[in-house]
């Protein structure tokens, strides 16, 4: 499809620095994602908060920033993309001030919201600029540039929150983000452009913005603190569950019937290829996440991994991910398969958490290092080709629509990640519990060796009576098998992932695409 004639494209020193604003301003949203988690502890000591309130912090981003994403195209055509660009950085960046000098924990709560408010636009906005930024033969490298900040955010996060941490502070996790904001909002003001192709919005949708903010913003508080909450158990989290059913049947129900509907949500109709694309980029947030998820916790529990060598652990897969993602990207453009490419992807990754799953307590850093080279390899091959496949066919503001709903459903795939993940293990490792206790008996010879050595131990070295050492050597078996049951749900955890990898690889079979058709970007929003 030939480019429209109406849109002028950017080259030389402006393209340049347009492409590195956009992508600073979607790692920025990225980054804080998980920078702040490793800050709880700090953050309740100072603010004089429980581990429970302070996980609000965390909770209030996450459901501002799954609001907003999908409003992002209607906000865009409402106040102009770059301005609504503009003024999302500065939210970003003043909210971040604020979230830093806060004195209380609710007032962190709410600057973090305001916070997610600010980032959930800059994802789908940069992406949006970045294509118009390309003339079509080049989105392929485009898409790949951008790819990198995708994989590298939420990797940076944990490496560069540790890092302040530990030197620094926990409000510098915040205030880092300031300079860098205050220079993407000066760069975006004075290199971008308002697209001359504008698509107006006559009507604001309210109905169907506030029906999703109810229905998304209760589904991801549910996902956020039901573990923690002992899900159906707690009253509330029932309620939020009935409400998020009600709002977001509503909800497609209003958008699919309204002439002027703030996500269009038809275009899932219209494009087969979108629909099976949300099940898969759902998928790939699930497993991206959830093995984000699980494997700082394995490592750093059992392991003894610090936070920092955690990072720099996973800092090398995520290189190769931008180092490939760039070729990949171009390969598509000169008519290479997407779904040949996600199917090796998908494929590698599956590879990747059945790795991590055969892995003992005995391993160390460099039993990891080729097996997450790997997970790099696997989601270059996946974050390039999941975009081109579910716009495949889409043209103009259908397009906007898609990477919207695409970057939703990406952001609700790792919330459902991490809660379904924490969930799993925390429910295999009470079974492995029951299951390892079962085989342990006054008849076992090693059980029996075992208690007589810490018993021996505990009346030479701590002077306990002989009834006292026995209750040590029972404790410390019982924390043995805790360990090894904890152990077991990791790996669980892992190849549950690794299955379900493998079980969606048929979805890729029901994408089609005309070889001789080509993906117009020309106007994603």
Known sequence: MLPNPAHTYDTGFRKIIITLTVIVSAMLELIDTTIVNVALTQISGNLGASIDDVAWVVTSYAIANVIVIPLSGFLGNLLGRRNYYIGSILLFTLASLFCGMAPNIWALVFFRFLQGLGGGALLPTS??????????????????????????????GPLLGGFLVDYFSWDWCFFVNIPVGLLAAWSAFTFLREPKVKHSVSKIDWTGI??????????Q???ERGESKDWFETPYITWFTIIAFVALIAFVWWELHTEEPAVDLRVLIRSKNLAIGAVLTFLVGYGLYGSLFVFPVFVQRLLGFTALLTGLVLFPSSLITGMISMPLGIAMQRGISPKKLMAVGMASFAIFCFELSQQTMQSGAENFFWILLLRGFALGFIFIPVTMLAVAGLHGKDIGQATGLNNMVRQLGGSFGIALTNTYIARRVAAHRVELLSHLS???PAAVMRLEAVKQV?????GLSPSEAEVAGIKALEGTVMVQSHHLAYMDAFMLIAILFTLALP??????INKSEKVD?????
């Open 442 to 444: 006054a008849f076992d």
């Open 210 to 219: 506030g029906l999703l903010a109810v229905g998304i913003g209760s589904l």
């Open 127 to 156: 992406q949006a600029i970045l294509y118009e930024t390309y003339r079509p033969e080049e989105r392929g490298k485009a898409t790949g540039i951008f790819s990198m900040g995708l994989v590298l955010g939420p990797t940076l």
């Open 221 to 223: 508080f549910i996902l």
């Open 521 to 525: 970007l020309s106007s994603t929003h």
């Open 507 to 512: 979805l890729l079979l029901l994408i089609r």
């Open 458 to 462: 505990a009346t030479m070295k701590a």
